[in-house]
């Protein structure tokens, strides 16, 4: 049996940009995706603090130390700057394996600074 487990979680970021008109994705920083595990490309849930969305959506890189958020396409009617939001990464893995797996959690504070 393969289990889905979390496997990375950016907490508490605030989005810095909206771009309707973008294909889709939301940009985050290159050095939040490397502290965080989560994979351009990678499928992410996106949860809406302020105003309960959620969406799914996939990674793309913005400049690392941007700090950059940016929810872009469909996805930028879910959300507005200044939001906060929780961007999750699932894995699959077996339940020998999610007995020992630990998730990479960053907590996030003023100005997308990791805590």
């Not at 995706?33 to 849930?45: H, K």
């Not at 799914?56 to 906060?84: F, H």
Request: net charge negative.
């Amino acid at each position: 049996m393969n289990l889905t487990m979390l496997k990375a979680k950016l907490h508490r970021a605030v989005v810095t940009q909206c771009d309707l008109h973008y294909e889709g994705s939301i940009s985050i920083d290159k050095d939040l995706l490397a502290r965080s595990g989560i994979l351009p490309n990678e499928q992410v849930d996106v949860l809406n603090i302020n105003n309960g969305e959620r969406f799914t959506t996939y990674a793309i890189e913005a400049p690392a130390g941007s700090r950059m958020i940016g929810i872009n396409g469909a996805g930028a009617r879910k959300a507005q700057v200044g939001d906060l939001v929780i961007i999750i990464a699932y894995a699959q893995m077996s339940a020998a394996e999610a007995e020992t797996h630990e998730p990479r959690v960053v907590l996030m504070g003023e100005g997308n600074e990791p805590l």
